[in-house]
């Protein structure tokens, strides 16, 4: 890298803010806006889309030479528009390398952009489950070994910026994207996420936080739809997990939302972006556009009247790169410059960040190579391994952690799970639309969902076994029946299912989703719901199947493979058993059999509540009291299944429960502790929670929170006492004056396995003023698990 034509070799060493201030001085306005936009080489803009309106956004249509003759800041997604072998991806990124530093005469090459939701989204690479099952295992440590392992890929490809984690809380289920989140709770969210952050940033890899903020509150859990919020919620539900991100895990990205909040697009809120991001949390890093979003606020919003304006708005919000292609930050931003319409100052701030962020990252630095470091030299083989076995056994043991055990009834005076499967225990169906289909596993931010599904000709890039195959593996002959596909099913195809069932001694019943984009699936980006009843002909189909299992005698075992919970109602008396799986990658297949044969002792915990019912939504267990379940209406929104439940293959119990304090100030902790014992005969772990209830408050408050939980992994009859310090602030929510504050008080601390089920309570007063508390306030619930 070069700093101008009278210094062709500045040294490394100098100072990063004198490099990029020198460069900020020295180039032209063409030359700083080419270093605040991302150009997508290999984007089709006819067939299937993998962004929002990408047919109508052809974007700029000059030359790659043209393109590049200033310089460039981004370049989108090299191994994750189209199926190429890593090795073939990482050599056209060297020539785009080289060519894009060669063209320009300040020499910068450009930072590499990748999605990295579930793995990265790149062919052959690991598929590992989708956040909603991260959220699922209760798990942080987990997470963080994933992220650095899905880092440690991206740096040795020679990408710099992963477009992960989504901190959206969930408020609809029906919202095609719940599988991308991590759970229905601000704290889960935020403590899981967080970890994927340090995980992904100790590679050296920018995290990026998204949607920021308020997507996942979308108008009846469309894509897109405005959203209906006031500033108390989105607060209080919203923002804490991005908050904890920025503050605890350091990430040096923020993507922008798609959607408005009460009427002001993210893209174009500089009170959001600015104001709040920058100033209120002294965010330094950059703040990077969703796909095309700076153009949807002409597109689609309304509040531009073209391309130059709408790149004013976002730039003057505190957008710093246009993504994913040249759409509003080149001519037509230009123009508007030209014009007087805005001040250069606001694009030297925006690429003041872009260049500090390329300087952390080696961008600025003589010594950058342009070869990615899988490629030792021009010999180097095609054998670049992306899905390790290493790899493959975290995936394994993620996704046997994020199965959750919902119910299991006695079958012949014994639970109906664990199976034996062996000579003596009879034949074994695999039924449903889900049995024999290994996108079963995969998530729409999977490659092989995402991309790989517009490919047909191409094979998938990994094994990704289907839930029957893993069951011949293991056990022999398996009698299945596919009905059709998630959506439809046909009376020939129902029959034969119910007559797979009425033959077998045990059938497993598989149903859930089919993850895609924009109608491409019923689950997945643009896939939204209008109520939570089971796809297509799957509900007509499960009902059929369990009547034939109970003709028959047929133990019947319901899984659900699926990006969101759906209602379940109508079964849960009638199956013996029933499995909850949130596209648990590409080794669901197996760690799903684990967990149904015993192998693995069942440990999830829903991220999400399971309705009873497809209507009462949306709805989260994160409500008040007037929302929940009350004599002045006849709807009952109760979950069949609350947040944090799941059952196991042992038993345990909560004892000893201790407060240190009945007061303490606002300022002041408590200790809250409980012994937790394995009382059965099986190994297995269970998941303390601590939630808070504010009985009275000067604002209404949530019926219960979370603030804490640990995941306690316990030998059969051992025990640990789990210790959670309390910190006045975790009770703070925000006030009459928007401001969020701390209130003295009677609070309610339940020490629970799930949120309907509680161990103990304990009452603790808040004595002392009312204090007002902000980002540096404690955020986190310290514990600690002492193993007797």
Not at 198 to 206: D, W, Y
Not at 441 to 456: E, K, Q, R, T
Not at 650 to 664: D, K, R, V, Y
Request: proline residues 6%.
């Amino acid at each position: 890298m070069s700093t101008g034509a009278a210094d062709q070799q500045a040294p490394a060493r100098i100072p990063t803010l004198d490099v990029v201030e020198h460069l900020i001085r020295e180039m032209t306005l063409e030359e700083k806006l080419a270093q605040l936009v991302g150009v997508w080489v290999n984007a089709s803009t006819d067939g299937d889309s993998v962004a929002p309106l990408q047919s109508q956004m052809a974007g700029d249509t000059r030359s790659w030479d043209d393109i590049i003759a200033n310089g460039l800041g981004q370049i989108t997604r090299m191994y994750g528009t189209v199926p190429v072998e890593p090795a073939e991806g990482a050599r056209r990124l060297a020539a785009a390398q080289e060519q894009i530093m060669a063209a320009s005469r300040f020499g910068i090459p450009a930072q590499v952009h990748e999605e990295c939701l579930a793995g990265l989204a790149a062919w052959k690479a690991t598929a590992f489950p989708v956040p909603l099952a991260w959220g699922a295992t209760f798990n942080p440590a987990l997470v963080r070994e994933m992220a650095s392992r899905i880092g440690a890929s991206m740096r040795s490809l020679g990408v710099h910026q992963g477009l992960a984690p989504v901190l959206d809380v969930v408020r609809d289920l029906r919202w095609g994207r719940v599988e991308e989140t991590i759970g229905e709770d601000p704290y889960l969210v935020g403590t899981v996420a967080t970890a994927y952050v340090q995980g992904l940033e100790s590679t050296g890899i920018v995290a990026t936080l998204k949607h920021f903020v308020g997507y996942s509150a979308s108008q009846a859990g469309r894509n897109h739809a405005p959203v209906s919020m006031g500033p108390r919620e989105l607060a209080d539900v919203m923002l804490p997990p991005f908050e904890m991100a920025i503050r605890h895990g350091g990430p040096r990205s923020v993507m922008h939302a798609y959607t408005d909040v009460d009427g002001v697009p993210a893209a174009a809120n500089r009170a959001l972006l600015t104001g709040l991001l920058r100033e209120d949390w002294g965010f330094a890093g950059t703040v990077v556009a969703d796909y095309f979003g700076v153009a949807f606020l002409d597109i689609t919003h309304g509040v531009a009247a073209d391309s130059g304006d709408a790149a004013v708005l976002a730039l003057s919000a505190g957008v710093d790169v246009e993504l994913p292609t040249v759409n509003c930050f080149g001519e037509p931003l230009l123009r508007r410059i030209r014009d007087g319409v805005l001040d250069e100052s606001v694009v030297d701030q925006a690429l003041r960040r872009v260049l500090t962020q390329k300087a952390e990252l080696g961008l600025l630095s003589s010594e950058f190579s342009a070869v990615p470091p899988v490629l030792p030299g021009p010999a180097d083989s095609d054998a670049i391994e992306l899905d390790p076995a290493e790899n493959r056994a975290l995936a394994r043991e993620m996704a046997a952690q994020s199965l959750v055990l919902l119910s299991n009834r006695e079958f012949r005076g014994a639970p109906a799970l664990p199976l034996t499967l062996d000579a003596s225990s009879g034949s074994l169906g695999v039924v449903g639309p889900l049995a024999e289909d290994p996108f079963a596993m995969l998530g729409c931010y999977s490659f092989d969902a995402h991309v790989g599904a517009s490919h047909p000709e191409v094979p998938m890039g990994i094994s990704v076994p289907s839930v029957a195959a893993v069951a011949s593996a293991r056990f022999g002959p398996v009698l299945t029946s596919v009905t059709g596909n998630c959506e439809a099913a046909t009376e020939e195809q129902i029959a034969e299912a119910c007559h797979v069932a009425s033959s077998a001694d045990t059938c497993a019943v598989v149903v859930g989703d089919n993850a895609g984009l924009f109608g491409r699936g019923t689950s997945g980006e643009g896939n939204d719901a209008a109520d939570l009843r089971l796809p297509g002909d799957q509900h007509r189909m499960l009902d059929r199947v369990l009547a034939a299992c109970e003709a028959s005698g047929t133990r019947a075992v319901v899984v659900v493979l699926s990006g969101r919970p759906y209602a379940l109602g109508d079964f849960v008396d009638r199956a013996h058993a029933i499995v909850q799986g949130f596209f648990p990658g590409e080794e669901g297949g197996e760690a799903l059999w684990d967990v149904l044969t015993g192998v693995v002792n069942p440990s999830g915990k829903l991220p999400v509540s399971v309705p009873r019912s497809p209507g009462g939504q949306p709805g989260t267990y994160l409500h008040s009291k007037l929302a929940g379940p009350s004599g002045v209406s006849a709807l009952d929104p109760s979950p069949l299944f609350g947040f944090g439940h799941g059952l196991t293959f042992t038993s345990f119990e909560l004892t000893g429960h201790q407060c240190s304090a009945p007061t303490m100030s606002t300022s002041d902790s408590v200790l809250v502790s409980c012994t937790v014992t394995n009382t059965g005969s099986r190994d297995g772990a269970e998941v303390v929670q601590l939630y808070l209830e504010d009985p009275v408050g000067e604002v209404v408050r949530p019926v219960r929170e979370l603030i804490g939980y640990a995941r306690v992994e316990l030998e059969a009859g051992a025990f640990a006492v789990v210790d959670f310090v309390v910190h006045a602030d975790r009770t703070s929510f925000t006030g009459l004056d928007l401001q969020r504050v701390v209130t003295p008080g009677l609070v309610k601390l339940h020490v629970s396995t799930s949120s309907t089920s509680d161990a103990a309570s304990h009452e603790v007063i808040l004595d002392g003023p009312r204090r007002v508390v902000g980002f540096e306030r404690e955020m986190l619930t310290p514990v600690s698990v002492r193993q007797g």
